[in-house]
């Protein structure tokens, strides 16, 4: 290993730690509504505990290691601090070394460690709150037009794509309409379309039919299993995404 391979490590450790702990702010933030800008003097504050308001100190909020000196609670007022912080920033660090060994600081390093922690954010947040939350939908959909357009170098691919999904979902909205469909299908669909950008056909149809054979298994068995597999499709889409792409592309 060269010298400048090493140091490019060290890059790749330092952006997954600032981008996992970046991302821990959004996985806070977004559901709630609060601003994600603090240049707003009145609103921004230094980090602080969410339950005691109490500021903390640099070792309490840095990366990973804040979590593992506080044991999992603020040394103020003793809440317990969410895991998926945790696992947030473990995983950012990871997937950033991963992706810098297979793709370098390529356009599809930025793609896939940004689509795997919003994939796992949204999949944290369906766990919890039992919605899919959509400015992370449009974001991993946003993306996912983006590696479409540099993948086919074209964008008519989801343009088609997109158009397609939209007469279908005037159909499903007036069949929800008429025969009273819970919201549950229409997590489905929400998924479903979101892949559609993503895949080409080879992925489409091994995702869509795991996904609903799951889903089948979910309301007849009401598996925990199957359950956990639902509220994680969107990071499943990522672990097929990524896969596909080391392999096919
Ligand atoms: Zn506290």
């Keep these: 290993m060269e010298?400048?391979?090493i140091l490019n490590y060290f890059v790749a450790c330092y952006f997954g730690l600032m981008l996992g702990n970046f991302a821990t702010s959004f996985y806070f933030r977004i559901p709630k509504?609060?601003?994600?800008?603090?240049?707003?003097?009145?609103?921004?504050?230094?980090?602080?505990?969410?339950?005691?308001?109490?500021?903390?100190?640099?070792?309490?909020?840095?990366?990973?290691?804040?979590?593992?000196?506080?044991?999992?609670?603020c040394n103020y007022c003793g809440a317990k601090i969410d895991a998926n912080y945790f696992v947030i920033e473990v995983?950012?660090?990871?997937?950033?070394?991963?992706?810098?060994?297979?793709?370098?600081?390529?356009?599809?390093?930025?793609?896939?460690?940004?689509?795997g922690i919003s994939s796992l954010i949204i999949s944290m947040l369906f766990s919890k709150l039992q919605k899919i939350d959509m400015k992370f939908m449009l974001f991993i959909l946003f993306l996912g037009i983006i590696y479409s357009t540099l993948i086919n170098l074209t964008i008519y691919n989801w343009v088609f794509k997109a158009?397609?999904?939209?007469?279908?979902?005037?159909?499903?909205?007036?069949?929800?309409?008429?025969?009273?469909?819970?919201?549950?299908?229409?997590?489905?669909?929400?998924?479903?379309?979101?892949?559609?950008?993503?895949?080409d056909l080879n992925s489409m149809i091994p995702y869509a039919l795991f996904i609903l054979a799951n889903y089948a298994l979910l309301r007849r068995y009401n598996f925990s299993f199957s359950k956990h597999v639902h509220n994680y499709s969107y990071f499943i889409m990522f672990l097929f995404s990524i896969i596909n792409h080391l392999v096919v592309v």
């Design 91 to 115: 995983f950012a660090l990871f997937l950033s070394l991963f992706c810098y060994f297979h793709f370098y600081f390529l356009d599809w390093y930025l793609i896939f460690i940004l689509f």
């Design 163 to 199: 158009s397609i999904s939209s007469v279908i979902a005037t159909f499903l909205m007036h069949a929800r309409y008429k025969y009273h469909f819970s919201s549950k299908y229409y997590d489905i669909c929400k998924i479903l379309f979101t892949a559609l950008i993503w895949f």
């Design 3 to 5: 010298l400048l391979d």
């Design 33 to 73: 509504n609060i601003p994600l800008l603090g240049f707003n003097y009145f609103t921004s504050t230094p980090p602080h505990c969410s339950y005691c308001n109490h500021l903390l100190k640099l070792k309490e909020f840095a990366p990973i290691i804040g979590y593992w000196l506080c044991k999992g609670r």
